[in-house]
């Protein structure tokens, strides 16, 4: 069949790819590979979106004969996600409390998708679901505590789709390979997305997904946790599940007790990355605890003295900014996919050493509005990666901003701005949402003093 015809469907789509995860894409002459999302067909041209957020857009012809049969099975699947072989064979039998499948829709607000993934020859253990649901549960009590402490309460309060009896939803996924095949959050979501569509008739509007891989009992376990995504995107998570005995408790701090055993921080953590969060660590003075994109329970616990934070994790301000807008907390997709434009005038940033604080002040010219500014402070030696120190502060209806740096560091680092905005993107450069590529300025420490690039 003629590739342009089978990619009818995707050029429908235009930039609403079904799914998007991270694969290698190589040329026709072989010589040239990029890790790259697929995010649609355009005009005969495949946009690949890299994980720094610019976009590549290659003709059809020139990718490798591979690359073009990953495209025709995309396109191999019609509106509402099945293949056409299944089109008219009727879907999974289901129960009173289940949700009949969902049809396609570009404007629908799209859901998180929790699924349980089972390797090949196990049955999952009995309580698993029940399980997920009170984790699920638990992560939206914790959303939801944290933004409205900072002030930015969420419009859903309920960011996980419920059956007809109220009940969080779980998918479950039968692999077709043994545990031991599975090591590759990538390869693992590449097995499990046709699957998912064709079981449950899910929509095709760049969903969210997060992932409990079962691999069999302690010691045996999926190792790579990891998420990625983005409010155009959508985006995915996947993290082992622990088959330990205990329950989740609503008054247990994040990483106490069978939490910690069940490594919920962690799994929290990877479906912040899916929701599109990057790593920032506490601010040890809020005496908060560890952050959800902050350092792992372990090596936080071993840098922080007071063991009444050892196992309290929770959302810091920058997180709840960044968070207000996403359609999963705002309900809505309006202008979803653009990137407003971000440009900083009238930049300044002094010391104010009576409070130990640098003061960090601009103006924001854009052509959409934004509602809050996110510093991201990268120094040395600690606070970098998971350790760099974030902060926020509402921008006025003018453009302008004032943020605090309230734990400077003693040595020489970096500034980056980002912006949040109404439509719930993040960006410091107006082209992408990789805080590598933000607006920045650096500062040196000159005794007790800090001197800063203009």
Same mark, same amino acid.
């Given at each position: ?8 469907? /995707?050029?429908?789509? *235009?930039?609403?790819? +079904?799914? @998007? ?6 040329? $026709?002459?072989?010589? #040239? ?82 699924? /349980?993934?089972?390797? *090949?020859?196990?049955? +999952?253990? @009995? ?6 649901? $009170?984790?699920?549960? #638990? ?316």
């Amino acid at each position: 069949m003629n590739l342009r015809l089978l990619l009818f469907p /995707l050029l429908l789509l *235009a930039t609403g790819a +079904p799914f @998007a995860f991270t694969r290698e894409w190589t040329d $026709a002459t072989g010589k #040239y590979k990029v890790e790259a999302e697929f995010d649609g067909v355009v005009m005969e041209k495949v946009r690949l979106v890299k994980p720094d957020g610019s976009i590549l857009a290659v003709p059809l012809e020139r990718l490798s004969e591979r690359d073009q049969e990953y495209i025709r099975s995309l396109a191999e699947t019609s509106g509402n996600g099945k293949p056409r072989s299944q089109n008219n064979q009727t879907g999974p039998k289901q129960d009173a409390g289940a949700i009949a499948p969902a049809k396609s829709s570009q404007n629908q607000v799209p859901e998180i998708h929790l699924v /349980l993934f089972v390797a *090949a020859g196990l049955d +999952p253990p @009995a309580d698993a679901e029940s399980k997920m649901v $009170a984790a699920a549960e #638990y992560t939206e009590t914790f959303f939801v505590k944290w933004m409205k402490h900072w002030g930015y309460p969420p419009a859903r309060e309920q960011i996980f789709p419920r059956d007809d009896r109220g009940r969080i939803r779980v998918l479950r996924i039968h692999g077709s390979k043994p545990p031991g095949q599975y090591t590759k959050a990538f390869e693992l979501m590449q097995e499990l997305w046709p699957k998912a569509h064709a079981q449950y008739g899910l929509p095709r509007n760049n969903p969210l997904w997060w992932v409990y891989v079962y691999k069999g009992d302690p010691p045996t376990r999926f190792n790579e946790y990891r998420g990625s995504g983005d409010i155009r995107r959508g985006g995915w998570a996947v993290v082992n599940y622990e088959n330990r005995p205990g329950e989740i408790s609503f008054d247990q701090e994040m990483a106490e007790g069978f939490l910690h055993d069940f490594t919920l921080k962690g799994c929290v953590h990877e479906l912040g990355h899916a929701f599109g969060l990057f790593h920032t660590g506490p601010i040890i003075a809020d005496r908060l605890g560890n952050t959800l994109m902050g350092p792992r329970t372990d090596p936080f616990r071993a840098a922080v003295r007071s063991k009444l934070d050892h196992d309290r994790v929770y959302l810091c301000e920058a997180e709840a900014a960044m968070l207000w807008k996403h359609f999963v907390f705002s309900g809505t997709v309006q202008d979803r996919r653009v990137v407003p434009s971000a440009k900083v005038q009238q930049y300044r940033a002094r010391y104010d050493r009576s409070r130990n604080e640098i003061v960090v002040s601009g103006t924001l010219v854009s052509n959409h509005k934004a509602h809050s500014v996110v510093l991201v402070d990268e120094s040395s030696p600690r606070q970098v990666n998971y350790w760099a120190k974030t902060y926020a502060a509402r921008i006025e209806p003018t453009g302008e901003f004032q943020v605090r740096v309230r734990e400077p560091s003693p040595a020489a680092g970096t500034f980056r701005l980002m912006f949040c905005f109404e439509n719930g993107a993040i960006t410091g450069d107006g082209k992408t949402s990789n805080p590598t590529n933000a607006f920045e300025k650096t500062y040196t420490k000159l005794g007790n003093d800090y001197q800063f690039e203009p």
